[in-house]
């Protein structure tokens, strides 16, 4: 019997997110960071880490790879795909991934080893934890009346589509 | 004495913020949402919720609203910009604002009026704070040899910015 060289699906997708990254790095286009999103074993789309590069806070290569994939299949949820990323996702491109409804997010480095290179997203998920009023991020509610009036004309919508 | 008749200025846009949601839901472009960046008293870029009408679920108010920013300031952070917001940020939106280290947030509504609006965010705040292997979401760690390839990478490069 002849075994299959192949690897094993997770280490094919994760290998690909890690050479994403060190390609991201050694390209100069940005951060040590890669992910593909991949559905029923096909690749939809990939990305990486342009934060620097493109002037985008938001362009984490999992947040990349996810507005992606949402353009080639022209949908705003990705209910059956999955995320493989270089390294554990931070608590936005985590958000990204609950809107987004996917199916499982496989990861390859922690965000201990994220740290160990400066890149460290701890101190946010210590503060999103916090009441609001105990953060070290100044946020502010203001109560204007009338603070409701959109949610008043989404409720009157008919054809509402909650995302 | 002639006092002015200007609002107070978070209430000024945080009026706008409001107003840009408002008629975000009446023109059918998407949700109940809208954001504005500011720097100095002076209006650097606006956002509105596109998520159902750009098919990105990451196209939040805020989210669009600092994308644009950067683009005008040529800039990925926004040290000195305060974002004002008609609703209490999520989790994603939170992590962008941090990593794009803004000054402040106001808002309007609070994410329990969203809620009532069929749009919750408490769920990934919850499961946020869970360890990842009592969250609901599958998470799950592949880890290969050479996971940490890419930050091995990122520390040889001489110029490296992180971000």
Redesign the interface.
């Known amino acids: 019997m002849v075994l299959s060289e192949s690897p094993p699906p997770?280490?094919r997708w994760?290998?690909m997110a890690?050479e994403l990254?060190?390609n991201?790095?050694?390209s100069g286009h940005?951060?040590?960071?890669?992910a593909v999103v991949v559905r029923d074993g096909t690749l939809i789309s990939e990305g990486t880490?342009v934060?620097?590069t493109?002037?985008?806070?938001?362009a984490h290569a999992e947040?990349v790879a996810?507005?992606r994939a949402?353009?080639v299949l022209?949908?705003?949820?990705?209910r059956d795909c999955v995320i493989?990323t270089?390294c554990?996702p931070?608590?936005?491109?985590?958000?990204?991934?609950?809107?987004?409804r996917?199916?499982?997010?496989?990861?390859?480095?922690?965000h201990q080893?994220?740290s160990?290179?400066?890149?460290d997203?701890s101190?946010?998920?210590e503060?999103?934890?916090r009441p609001?009023a105990a953060r070290k991020?100044?946020?502010?509610?203001?109560?204007?009346q009338?603070?409701?009036?959109?949610?008043e004309?989404?409720?009157a919508?008919p054809n509402r589509?909650?995302?």
Chains 1, 2 share one sequence.
């Open positions: 997770h280490d994760i290998g890690i990254a060190v991201n790095v050694l940005g951060g040590p960071f890669g880490n934060v620097t493109q002037n985008d806070p938001t947040i996810i507005r949402c353009e022209g949908t705003f949820e990705l493989y270089s554990e931070c608590p936005m491109c985590l958000g990204a991934i609950y809107w987004a996917m199916e499982a997010v496989y990861f390859a480095a922690t080893d994220a160990k290179s400066g890149f997203d101190f946010i998920y503060e999103m934890v609001i991020l100044k946020m502010i509610q203001v109560p204007l009338g603070s409701n009036r959109s949610f004309a989404w409720k919508q589509v909650n995302d």
